[in-house]
């Protein structure tokens, strides 16, 4: 996909207001947990909620191509870099909201880790995230992709999202539902583009427990991510589950687990996980991604569709 460059002009501008803060050619790799991908021409990271706010509102009103990234735990980043600006959100803040009722609520900026909630929820004896317990995005990255795991997602526990999305020429800050994600499996309208928007802090619901029984779930859920996926760099499920079927299955029923691109291996222990072993590029975990499709298609007649985003500059990837 051709990525849109930035402008002589809106490098300017960026320069004008991002100052020392502006990165240049920053290599990919280190914001993607694969840790693969090239260079970003520029790049920016927000440490709070109030950079980011100001900072995508600013970058938007100037119509400056930006992509937000969170851990980069579900992004396929290109060997040749990102021609729009990256803005890494590191904005982590977490609060606890009404803690003497019996349905408490737990209130995260986008940019906190979300497979780190359910503990931080636990030590007070809350509820409700334990099955997201272990996944290594960002808040921001799973209320848009509608993380989940193990019969859970975001759809059911999220009360609202606040978010800054253009409406008409002005770029504007709402609070939105559940209902207005239109959530199906592992989408929203945010991430199929429908309605582009950058979430910065979101609000879940949760439910008194105590800190013992909290900590036994997790502890559970921990052993059963530990006994059914790999260790090593990957970004997770790399397909979507089709209809009644698995993806993993149907890549283990085709034989290619173990199967190598350069360092880029489906794994021997789960098949829907690829691993960096090391110097991976994206090229190689791309060319693995084709073959899984190509081969599962052929021999089952099914496409499985991606999980992952692949982003930056695959033209001249
Ligand atoms: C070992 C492993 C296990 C995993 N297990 C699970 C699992 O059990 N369940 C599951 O659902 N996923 C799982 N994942 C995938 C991944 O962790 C989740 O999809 C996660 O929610 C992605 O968050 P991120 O911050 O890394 O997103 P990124 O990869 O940084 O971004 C993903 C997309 O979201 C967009 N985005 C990120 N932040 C924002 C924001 N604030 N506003 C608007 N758009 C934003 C990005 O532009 C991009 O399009 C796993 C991944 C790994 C590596």
Redesign the pocket.
């Known amino acids: 996909m051709k990525q849109p460059a930035v402008t002589t002009s809106q490098v300017e501008t960026l320069k004008a207001f991002f100052g020392p803060k502006l990165k240049k050619d920053e290599m990919m790799g280190r914001y993607s947990?694969?840790q693969v991908g090239g260079p970003a021409d520029y790049l920016v990271i927000a440490n709070d909620g109030k950079e980011?706010a100001d900072w995508v509102r600013f970058i938007w009103e100037q119509d400056i191509p930006f992509?937000?990234?969170?851990?980069?735990?579900?992004?396929l980043i290109s060997d040749a870099g990102m021609r729009e600006v990256v803005i890494i959100?590191k904005a982590k803040e977490v609060k606890f909201i009404d803690e003497n009722s019996e349905s408490p609520r737990l209130w995260a900026e986008?940019?906190a880790s979300?497979?780190k909630l359910a503990r931080r929820a636990g030590s007070k004896g809350w509820s409700g995230l334990e099955w997201s317990a272990?996944?290594?995005?960002?808040?921001?990255?799973?209320?848009?992709?509608?993380?989940?795991?193990f019969g859970s997602?975001v759809a059911e526990t999220l009360v609202v999202a606040e978010?800054l999305h253009p409406v008409g020429d002005r770029i504007q800050r709402s609070k939105w539902s559940v209902d207005q994600m239109a959530y199906g499996y592992?989408t929203s309208s945010?991430?199929t583009g429908d309605h582009p928007?950058?979430?910065?802090n979101a609000t879940f619901q949760l439910y008194k427990s105590t800190p013992k029984e909290v900590k036994g779930r997790i502890s559970a859920i921990s052993e059963k991510r530990q006994g059914s996926?790999p260790q090593g760099a990957?970004?997770?499920?790399m397909f979507k589950n089709p209809p009644g079927d698995y993806a993993g299955r149907l890549i283990e029923q085709a034989s290619l687990k173990g199967t190598r691109v350069g360092e880029a291996e489906i794994s021997l222990v789960h098949g829907n996980?690829f691993l960096n072993h090391g110097n991976a590029t994206a090229e190689d975990i791309a060319a693995l991604i084709k073959l899984a499709q190509e081969q599962v298609k052929n021999q089952f007649g099914i496409e499985l569709e991606l999980?992952?985003?692949f982003?930056g500059d695959w033209e001249q990837g």
Not at 134 to 143: E, H, S
Not at 234 to 237: N, Q
């Open positions: 947990v694969m980011l992509l937000v990234l969170g851990a980069g735990s579900n992004t959100n986008s940019g979300f497979g272990g996944i290594p995005g960002t808040v921001g990255g799973a209320v848009v992709n509608n993380a989940g795991a997602n978010i592992r945010i991430k928007a950058v979430v910065l996926q990957s970004l997770g499920s996980f999980e992952i985003q982003v």
